[in-house]
């Protein structure tokens, strides 16, 4: 079994930084494209910010300039730094990623729990 577990989390004053870590675990022989997301209340969940194996990056407009992903793919591990952050970045921001456990079957699409990010004075 695959698991996503996120953590950074928080809550913060506008202007403020925070870093969400992403971390997979379980049977992991390969991952691809990795990514956060996030949904804020009474919306559709969006893509914030994605990442592929490779090292290509998409951003959403709303957060270029202002966040940076990144990941290890040593440690399995995606990230997420916010800085600059404004009150309408408040949202539970979800991790995702396509895994390969078998080699013999495509990579399954994964999601984590969730980690909520909440930017006010």
């Known amino acids: 079994q695959v698991q996503l577990v996120e953590s950074g989390g928080g809550l913060v004053q506008p202007g403020g930084s925070l870093r969400l870590s992403c971390a997979a675990s379980?049977?992991?022989?390969?991952?691809?494209?990795m990514g956060w997301y996030r949904q804020a209340p009474g919306k559709q969940r969006e893509l914030v910010a994605s990442i592929s194996r490779g090292g290509s990056i998409n951003y959403a407009a709303s957060v270029k300039g202002r966040f940076t992903i990144s990941r290890d793919n040593a440690k399995n591990t995606v990230y997420l730094q916010m800085n600059s952050l404004k009150p309408e970045d408040t949202a539970v921001y979800y991790c995702n990623a396509d895994i390969g456990s078998t080699y013999s079957n495509p990579p399954n699409n994964y999601w984590g729990q969730g980690t909520q990010v909440t930017v006010s004075s």
């Open positions: 379980g049977r992991i022989l390969w991952i691809n494209g």
